[in-house]
């Protein structure tokens, strides 16, 4: 009887068992999907960052005057040609109020959306604003062999070279530099940069810079300094010039940006200009020319003196 009694029980805590257990992982895949509590606090937090986040950016930006539409040359600039665009950097020279550039004009005709700066206001062509006080631009003619196989760019710099032909104004064929390290400004119609960093021509349309290729230029700008401007002009006129290409790794143009003078290169260039004009203005007998005949001296005669006379004696 006691045996029967414990195998029934056993049965039912066996039955009971199973359907807790069952029960249980019921429940549990039921309210495994469930958020966590703390889920509906992330997305303020969130948000709030965002808030912070734009505030911030904001405050960073800068005001700058822009052309809201197109102005022609010589117009005064009113209220609705301008608009206030809010950049993280202002571009050099800009202005961050309307009421500066209100009334004044502009002397070429000017797109919408260029940025507006001091620069917009001066009337002067794009080689005056590439130069300082004490350069000027001086144009020379080249072609693919003077001007390094065609391969100049604006901004480089480069060696004068002086060739000078055996003939009647000279005796012998020589070459020296005549101006060493001179700064290219333009290169047929491919303009640098100006002083101010900005393009110092606008850009082309897509025929134009096809034309422009398709030329080979046949001119060059140099930058030269102001007291060897008529050294470089006369070696123009005599002989034939070269443009030798100096190394990029010299950093000449960022020095000059830097505000820079080439002094070493000027007092160089002056300490030799005694051998440039005496190898420009050197002459020879022209063949044509017949050269005199040499003269016999007159013989020299010693003075005697006998008494009251006196006689002359060849020695």
Do not use: C
Not at 212 to 227: K, S
Not at 285 to 307: F, H
């Amino acid at each position: 009887m006691n045996s029967r009694l414990t195998l029934v029980l056993a049965g039912v805590f066996l039955v009971g068992a199973v359907i807790t257990g069952y029960w249980g992982i019921t429940l549990s895949r039921q309210s495994a999907p469930a958020a966590p509590p703390v889920a509906p606090a992330a997305a303020p937090v969130a948000a709030v960052g965002t808030q912070l986040q734009a505030q911030v950016d904001e405050k960073q930006r800068i005001n700058v005057v822009v052309l809201a539409r197109a102005v022609q040359p010589l117009v005064a600039i009113s209220r609705d040609d301008l608009a206030v665009e809010r950049m993280r950097i202002a571009p050099p020279g800009s202005f961050a109020s309307p009421e500066q550039v209100l009334g004044r004009t502009l002397w070429r005709e000017t797109p919408a959306g260029t940025v507006l700066n001091q620069t917009a206001f001066e009337m002067s062509g794009p080689l005056a604003r590439m130069i300082r006080p004490h350069e000027r631009a001086l144009a020379v003619a080249v072609d693919e062999v003077i001007g390094g196989g065609g391969h100049l760019s604006p901004g480089d710099y480069v060696d004068v070279l002086l060739y000078l032909r055996q003939g009647e104004g000279n005796a012998e064929q020589t070459a020296q530099v005549v101006i060493p390290a001179l700064r290219l400004l333009s290169v047929g119609y491919n303009l640098g940069i100006t002083n101010d960093g900005e393009a110092a021509q606008s850009p082309a349309d897509a025929d134009e810079e096809r034309r422009r290729r398709r030329n080979a230029p046949t001119t060059a700008v140099l930058a030269v300094p102001e007291v060897l401007l008529t050294r470089l002009m006369l070696a123009t006129q005599i002989g034939s010039l070269r443009l030798a290409v100096r190394s990029v790794d010299e950093k000449r143009l960022a020095s000059y940006y830097a505000g820079e003078e080439p002094r070493a290169d000027i007092a160089e260039a002056q300490r030799q200009l005694f051998q440039f004009e005496a190898l420009a203005l050197r002459g020879a007998v022209p063949r044509n020319q017949v050269e005199p005949a040499p003269t016999t001296p007159a013989p020299v005669t010693i003075p005697v003196y006998r008494g009251n006379d006196a006689t002359q004696q060849n020695p």
